[in-house]
Nanobody
Framework: QVQLVESGGGSVQAGGSLRLSCTASGRALSNYGLGWFRQAPGKEREFVATISRITGFTDYADSVKGRFTISRDNAKNAMYLQMNSLKFEDTAVYYC?????????????????WGQGTQVTVSS
């Protein structure tokens, strides 16, 4: 089993950038497909991005395409989310997740392991 911890959240003005990190303990992240989700106040958790286990295939929510980049570094047992051109509507708690599916999709049901979340606040 893997334990996930997010870091790198904070407050930023619209147009700014943040880089989220997700580090793992227990089982290595290289065993999992990975993803980022977010949840804004009063809203359901939504998919942000995913990266596959072997090929590094990536996919993004339409709302973040061209602005966010997901990556993984198996040697460091870590995953990242580079967020550029941040908008007010990106404000949310961001969660990293791991899936036993090598190439998971956009459904949270495909992910078995979750971090505690890190807050991202974008001021307009």
């Amino acid at each position: 089993q893997v334990q996930l911890v997010e870091s790198g959240g904070g407050s930023v003005q619209a147009g700014g950038s943040l880089r989220l990190s997700c580090t793992a303990s227990g089982r290595a992240l290289s065993n999992y497909g990975l993803g980022w989700f977010r949840q804004a106040p009063g809203k359901e958790r939504e998919f942000v991005a995913t990266i596959s286990r072997i090929t590094g295939f990536t996919d993004y929510a339409d709302s973040v395409k061209g602005r966010f980049t997901i990556s993984r570094d198996n040697a460091k047992n870590a995953m990242y989310l580079q967020m550029n051109s941040l908008k007010f509507e990106d404000t949310a708690v961001y969660y990293c997740s791991a899936s036993n599916i090598g190439r998971p999709g956009m459904s949270a049901d495909e992910y078995s392991y979750w971090g505690q979340g890190t807050q991202v606040t974008v001021s307009s």
